[in-house]
């Protein structure tokens, strides 16, 4: 959608772009996928010391290192890891001595994996939600809540298929965020003008940022719309369920998959009452 008309800027049109969406109304562009973002968002997962597209590095390595000896992976378990980006994960696994497959549609992070690769990982570029993901794993993993930005029907199908690609007795390991995440209950806005182009151009827009919350729902949505130079305009969301322990819990009841532990993130900070995240151990039964 354009917001000039006739030479104008159509505030009408502006307005409607600040609409609140329907619940997990997807944006009309894909973040992770888009030609120029993603070379930036690449840069940002590489960076060590962000917690950005993915975690601080030092954390990662502590998380596999935890996930590994908290599951008792043996050398040579077959694991997943869906939505890997450019393998930062699955290279700390393979260094660990497992099996190691790595999912993620993402074309630039899943070449950046395989052109580093030193291992016999196995990187699969596509959908997770579609793709062929092999079978018999002895763990699949979903880390840095990916697992909050799929609408209710995504979520479902996730779960079936992380179920039928486990092992009888396999894990399910994932984070969430919870209603207690400092982003929850409030909302946000920001604008910045980029006459130089940025993160989500490389010519020069106006980015409207808005960050709303469903309280209904315990949902929050992350909404930029950017205006370029024409005034055509671009809407990106990233959409987050957030979960309490007694809610994600029943779910992955409901899927099959009982928990048999919860943590704060997954390197096994204790969960508190009020913690804003939780790391989930999860077995299929
Ligand atoms: C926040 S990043 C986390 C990457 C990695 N787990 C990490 O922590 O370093 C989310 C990743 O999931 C990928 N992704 C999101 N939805 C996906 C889907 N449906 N199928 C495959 N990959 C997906 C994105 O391309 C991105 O690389």
Redesign the pocket.
């Known amino acids: 959608m354009g917001v000039i008309q006739d030479g104008k800027i159509s505030l009408e049109r502006l307005q409607i772009q600040a609409e609140r969406p329907a619940l997990f109304q997807y944006g009309d562009q894909e973040?992770?996928?888009d030609e120029h973002i993603?070379k930036r968002?690449l840069e940002a997962?590489l960076d060590p010391d962000i917690n950005a597209?993915?975690?601080k590095h030092e954390m990662?390595v502590k998380s596999c290192g935890w996930i590994v000896s908290e599951l008792d992976l043996k050398e040579g378990s077959k694991v997943v890891?869906?939505?890997?980006?450019?393998?930062?994960?699955c290279e700390e696994f393979a260094r660990l001595g497992l099996d190691v497959t790595g999912?993620?549609?993402?074309k630039r992070?899943i070449k950046y994996a395989m052109d580093q690769s030193s291992s016999s990982i196995e990187y699969i570029h596509?959908?997770?939600?579609?793709?062929d993901l092999g079978d018999k794993y002895d763990a699949a993993?979903?880390?840095?809540?990916?697992f909050d930005?799929?609408s209710d029907s995504?979520r479902n199908e996730?779960l079936s298929r992380v179920y039928s690609i486990i092992k009888d007795d396999g894990y399910f390991v994932l984070d969430v965020l919870t209603p207690n995440h400092k982003d929850s209950g409030h909302e946000t806005m920001e604008w910045s003008i980029n006459p130089n182009g940025g993160f989500w151009s490389p010519k020069g827009y106006l980015e409207l940022f808005k960050m709303y919350y469903y309280p209904e729902d315990q949902v929050k949505l992350d909404q930029n719309v950017i205006i370029d130079e024409d005034g055509k305009t671009r809407t990106y969301r990233i959409w987050h369920r957030l979960y309490t322990l007694k809610q994600i819990t029943k779910l992955l009841k409901n899927h099959g998959f009982v928990v048999e532990g919860f943590y704060e993130d997954l390197k096994g900070t204790p969960y508190e009452r009020d913690s804003g995240s939780i790391g989930l151990i999860a077995r299929k039964i």
Do not use: K
């Open positions: 973040i992770w996928t993603s968002m997962h597209a993915s975690r990662i890891d869906l939505g890997c980006g450019p393998g930062l994960y999912v993620d549609f993402s992070s596509g959908d997770y939600l579609t793709v993993f979903l880390i840095y809540y990916d930005v799929l995504d996730l």
